[in-house]
C-alpha cells in the first residue's frame, strides 16, 4: 500500500518505520528540512530500542522514504497519516492548529479519494473539524479516520508491530477495509482490530491514559500510607496485583508519572470534561496526587537534612521519564533539580542517555557526570530517579568510597533492603521501611 505520514516525530518515525516493515511503501514529510536531510543520510533523530534496524533496512529496501515535499508524499497515497504535535495550549486543552493546518494543506493538493488518519491524541471532536476542513477546501471525497498510537516509548517498536489491539475509529466502509487490511499483519497473534465511531477512537485513548495514570496514582498514596503504617508497598502491590482483575502491570509507585503522553492527556480529558460542564473528580485528584509525589523526595531530604539544604551536594541517578529513553519531558527529575537549586543545594547528574537534552535546558545549572561513580564523589546523598538496568546492580563498595556519606534516597524503590541494611546505607525509599535510620541519625 502506498502510505503517507505527515510529521516525523516520535509517533511518525515509529509507524511510518514499522508500516513500511511490513511491505508498504512510505514515504514521511516534515517541514524541517534539517532533520528530513538527515533522515535521508540514515540517521535517526531518537532514541527508540530496536528502531534503528528496521529503520535502515526499509531506507535501503526503498520501501522508507523521507522528504519535505507534501504534494509528491501524498499524490499517490491511499492513507495519509497526521501524526503532527498537539501540545497543550494556554487553558490545558490541545492545541489543533498543526493538525488543521496540515489538514488545510493536504485539501488543497488533492485530486482522489483518500483516508486519512489522525494518529496524534487528539480531543473528542478532532475528526468533525478535519472533516469540516477538507469540506471547506476541497470537493474531493475523504474519510477521516481516528487511529490513536497507544506505543510506550522504549517498547515502541514491539507495540506498533505486536499491539494488544487496535482502535480504528470510522463510519466509512471503504477506509474501514483498507485499515483492516493495512493492520492486518500487526494483529496475526490473536488480538484484535477494534472498529469503533470517531468520537469513541478518540475519548479511547484519553481513557486508557487517564486511567493508567490513575492507576499509578492510586498505588502512589497507598504506598505513601504504607509508610505512615510500617507496611511494605512491594508486598501489597503483590497481593493486590495477583487479582486478575487489577493485574500486576502498572503498579510501581515511584516519584509521579511524566512523560510526552500522561500529564498532557490527564490535563486535557479533565479539561473536555469541564467543557461539558462534567466535574471528573478522579481525575482532579490524580493531578494534583501527581504534584505532591514529583515533590516527594524533596521532602524527605528536607526531613532528613531539618529542612536545611543548602550547600547540600547531591548525585542525581537518572533524568528521563523512564529508562530506554532519552526524553526528558515532563520528567520528574526536572522538578526534583528545581526543588533543590532553590534550595541551595549542588546537583551532579547522570544518565545513561538524556544528559545531552538536559543540558540543553539546564545549562551549567548543574554539574554532569560521565558515570555512575563518578557522580557520587564528594555527595552527601544519592538519588535514584529512573529506574535504568544499569542500576540495578551497582558496586555498592564502590559506591561507599566515594560518597561522603552512606545516603540513599531511592524513587524507584531499586534496592532489597537488607542488601542495603547489611552495607550500612541509610536507604530511603518509597512505601517501604527506612533502612538503618537511627544508625545515620546519630552518626
Ligand atoms: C504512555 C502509555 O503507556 C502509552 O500507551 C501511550 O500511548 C503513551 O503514554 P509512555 O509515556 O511511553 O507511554 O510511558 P509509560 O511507560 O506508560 O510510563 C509513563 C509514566 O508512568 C512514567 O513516568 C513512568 O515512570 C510512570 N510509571 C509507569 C510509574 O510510575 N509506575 C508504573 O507502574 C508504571
Given at each position: 500500500m502506498e502510505i503517507a505520514i505527515i510529521g516525523t516525530g516520535y509517533v511518525g518515525l515509529v509507524t511510518g518505520t514499522c508500516l513500511s516493515e511490513t511491505g508498504n511503501h512510505v514515504t514521511c514529510v516534515d517541514i524541517n528540512e534539517q532533520k528530513v536531510k538527515m533522515m535521508q543520510q540514515g540517521k535517526l533523530p531518537i532514541y527508540e530500542p530496536g528502531l534503528e534496524q528496521l529503520f535502515h533496512r526499509n531506507i535501503n529496501n526503498e520501501r522508507l522514504l523521507f522528504t519535505t515535499d507534501l504534494a509528491g508524499a501524498i499524490q499517490n497515497a491511499s492513507i495519509i497519516f497526521l501524526a503532527l504535535p498537539t501540545p497543550p495550549g494556554g487553558d490545558g486543552s490541545a492545541d489543533l492548529s498543526y493538525v488543521l493546518g496540515a489538514a488545510k494543506d493536504i485539501a488543497c493538493l488533492i485530486s482522489s479519494y483518500k483516508v486519512i488518519v489522525?494518529?496524534?491524541?487528539?480531543?473528542?471532536g478532532t475528526a468533525d473539524k478535519v472533516k469540516a476542513v477538507f469540506e471547506k477546501y476541497t470537493d474531493v471525497e475523504v474519510a477521516v479516520v481516528s487511529n490513536p498510537e497507544f506505543l510506550r516509548e522504549g517498547v515502541a517498536v514491539e507495540d506498533f508491530m505486536k499491539p494488544d489491539r487496535v482502535v480504528v475509529g470510522t463510519t466509512d466502509q471503504r477506509a474501514r477495509k483498507l485499515m483492516a487490511d493495512l493492520y492486518s499483519p500487526y494483529v496475526r497473534q490473536g488480538n484484535p482490530i477494534i472498529f469503533m465511531d470517531e468520537r469513541s477512537a478518540e475519548l479511547t485513548k484519553y481513557a486508557a491514559n487517564s486511567f493508567l495514570a490513575t492507576k499509578i496514582s492510586f498505588m502512589n498514596e497507598i504506598a505513601n500510607l504504607c509508610e505512615l503504617v510500617g507496611a511494605d508497598v512491594d508486598m501489597v502491590r503483590l497481593g493486590v496485583g495477583s487479582d486478575e482483575r487489577i493485574g500486576?502491570?502498572?503498579l510501581f509507585p515511584g516519584i509521579g508519572y511524566g512523560g510526552s503522553c500522561f500529564p498532557k492527556d490527564v490535563q486535557a480529558l479533565a479539561k473536555a470534561a469541564d467543557e461539558n460542564n462534567y466535574d471528573f473528580r478522579i481525575l482532579n485528584s490524580v493531578m494534583s496526587v501527581n504534584e505532591i509525589q514529583k515533590k516527594i523526595l524533596v521532602e524527605k531530604l528536607k526531613k532528613y537534612y531539618n529542612g536545611n539544604l543548602e550547600g547540600k551536594r547531591f548525585a542525581l541517578w537518572g533524568l528521563a521519564f523512564k529508562p530506554e529513553t532519552d526524553d526528558i519531558r515532563e520528567a520528574p527529575a526536572l522538578y526534583i533539580i528545581d526543588e533543590l537549586l532553590k534550595a541551595g543545594a549542588v546537583v551532579v547528574a547522570y544518565d545513561p542517555e538524556a544528559i545531552n537534552n538536559v543540558k540543553s535546558q539546564l545549562a551549567d545549572s548543574i554539574l554532569y557526570a560521565n558515570d555512575l561513580y563518578e557522580a557520587l564523589v564528594g555527595t552527601d546523598a544519592l538519588l535514584i530517579l529512573t529506574e535504568w538496568s544499569a542500576f540495578r546492580n551497582p558496586d555498592f563498595d564502590t559506591i561507599k568510597l566515594n560518597m561522603?556519606?552512606?545516603v540513599i534516597f531511592d524513587g524507584r524503590n531499586l534496592y532489597d533492603l537488607q542488601k542495603m541494611e547489611e552495607h550500612g546505607f541509610y536507604y530511603n525509599s518509597i512505601g517501604r521501611q527506612v533502612v538503618n535510620e537511627f544508625k545515620q541519625q546519630t552518626v
Open positions: 489522525t494518529k496524534s491524541t487528539v480531543p473528542v500486576k502491570r502498572f561522603k556519606d552512606k
